[in-house]
Nanobody
């Protein structure tokens, strides 16, 4: 049973930074693809960044050059470093994992999800 537990969310002023963590249990993080999504109440879940098990990474245009996804295989942990945050980044952030195919930004591609961590950016 794969379990994902996110942490690191909080409240920050615009222009600030946060680093989210997602600890993986029940699977070896180095052999599973993982991603970060975010969701604002009443809106669809949006893909933020991904890291495939082979190492390829990618980002949504809205966060490119501000966010960085990384993985520490020794700690079985996925990270999302978020810099220069704006109010538009306010959302619940979710970690996802899976081995399926399809577009990375499609939530249906990912089999496993964490419970989410809230990020609030005030202007």
């Amino acid at each position: 049973q794969v379990q994902l537990v996110e942490s690191g969310g909080g409240s920050v002023q615009a222009g600030g930074s946060l680093k989210l963590s997602c600890v993986v249990s029940g699977y070896t993080a180095s052999t599973i693809s993982m991603g970060w999504f975010r969701q604002v109440s009443g809106k669809e879940r949006e893909g933020v960044a991904f890291r495939m098990w082979g190492g390829a990474t990618g980002y949504a245009d809205s966060v490119k050059d501000r966010f960085t996804i990384s993985k520490d295989n020794a700690k079985n942990t996925l990270y999302l470093q978020m810099n220069n945050l704006s109010s538009e980044d306010t959302a619940m952030y979710y970690c996802a994992a899976g081995l399926g195919g399809g577009a990375w930004y499609n939530p249906g591609r990912w089999a496993y999800w964490g419970q989410g961590t809230q990020v609030t950016v005030s202007s």
